[in-house]
Nanobody, 124 residues
Framework: QVQLVESGGGLVQPGDSLRLSCAAS????????MGWFRQAPGREREFVAA???????TYYQLVKDRFSISRDNAANTVYLQMNSLKPEDTAVYYC??????????????????WGQGTQVTVSS
């Protein structure tokens, strides 16, 4: 069982940056693929980024030049650095863990564990 807790969301202006964090419980964090998804009001949850157990990363095309995913296995934490934020980035951001540890895990159904989400609002 893995518990995930996101933090770092908030209200920012267009062009600002935010770093989201996701702290995981358990001793096997390093074996998991970790992903970030987001869900805006009235829309389906969508993939944002993922990082495999070996550090390989995958991004949603529309964010790949602005967002960066990283992990600190010693701290059981995965991060999402978001730069040049746009109003269309407004959503609840969710952290997820996939026990396979594989790369290119971009579907919600690939993931076994989910956090509660953190709100990111980009508005002037």
């Amino acid at each position: 069982q893995v518990q995930l807790v996101e933090s770092g969301g908030g209200l920012v202006q267009p062009g600002d940056s935010l770093r989201l964090s996701c702290a995981a419980s358990g001793r096997t964090f390093s074996r998991y693929t970790m992903g970030w998804f987001r869900q805006a009001p009235g829309r389906e949850r969508e993939f944002v980024a993922a990082i495999s157990r070996y550090g390989g990363s995958t991004y949603y095309q529309l964010v790949k030049d602005r967002f960066s995913i990283s992990r600190d296995n010693a701290a059981n934490t995965v991060y999402l650095q978001m730069n040049s934020l746009k109003p269309e980035d407004t959503a609840v951001y969710y952290c997820a863990a996939d026990s396979t540890g594989l790369a290119y895990r971009i579907r919600s159904s690939d993931y076994d564990y989910w956090g509660q989400g953190t709100q990111v609002t980009v508005s002037s």
